[in-house]
């Protein structure tokens, strides 16, 4: 079975700084999709950004950005320029069947 | 946003009752989902639908059941709701091809 882990529950960033937050996951599957969804205090669940894994370059959405290592089986994403409105808990996801499966995410915290 | 309403926004109610949470979608995507979220298990899929009448079932589907009659609505039932279904709630939707777009939750609270 698929498994998606987030070993840090907790990161901190000061604003304008640079974070990175790491994801390893589990498959025997060779197509599948990767995913960053944010989850801010209003509840609401953001996809952030997606990566494919037969693309081999690493996704770019503004400030995020991914580091895919397929072969490793890493999904780390970076946020650039942290701003204050990045604090969130974030999750990182897996799909191949239609169907997501989330790791238990990491709260950010940025700090002015 | 894509076009997703979950009712109720909260609810509470008692063990042993009946519940249903109704989630209602505008943008005529095939895939419905169910999930719940808890502290420290981020969120996972309840049941999922991909067509009317056509759903099976995720991974902590216990307790829940779930219909598809109309293309724009997906019902969660909690036959007889206990305090371990307290939890957030939540539905998404997908073309199959491209990411899950969520609702906005449901707390639910089960006393």
């Known amino acids: 079975a698929q498994t998606v882990t987030q070993s840090q529950p907790e990161m901190s960033v000061q604003e304008a700084e640079t974070v990175t937050l790491s994801c390893t996951y589990d498959t025997s599957e060779s197509d599948y999709y990767l995913f960053w969804y944010k989850q801010p205090p209003s509840r609401q669940m953001i996809l952030v950004i997606r990566?494919?894994?037969?693309?081999?370059q690493n996704a770019t959405e503004n400030r995020f950005s991914v580091n895919f290592q397929k072969a490793a089986k890493s999904f780390s994403l970076k946020i650039s320029d942290s701003q204050l409105g990045d604090a969130a808990m974030y999750f990182c996801a897996y799909n191949n069947t239609d169907k997501l499966i989330f790791g238990t995410g990491t709260r950010l915290q940025v700090f002015p | 946003d894509a076009g997703i309403t979950q009712s109720p926004r909260h609810k509470v109610t008692e063990t042993g009752t009946p519940v249903t949470l109704r989630c209602h979608q505008t943008e005529n995507h095939r895939y419905m989902y169910w999930y719940r979220q808890d502290p420290g298990h981020g969120l996972r899929l309840i049941h999922y639908?991909?067509?009317?009448?056509?759903?099976d079932k995720g991974e902590v589907s216990d307790g829940y059941s779930v219909s598809r009659s109309k293309t724009e609505d997906f019902l969660l039932t909690l036959e007889s709701a206990t305090s371990s279904q307290t939890s957030v709630y939540f539905c998404?939707?997908?073309?199959?091809?491209?990411?899950?777009?969520f609702g906005d939750g449901t707390r639910l609270s089960i006393l």
């Open positions: 639908s991909y067509g009317v009448k056509d759903t």
């Open positions: 998404a939707i997908s073309r199959g091809d491209q990411p899950q777009h």
């Open positions: 990566q494919e894994a037969y693309k081999q």
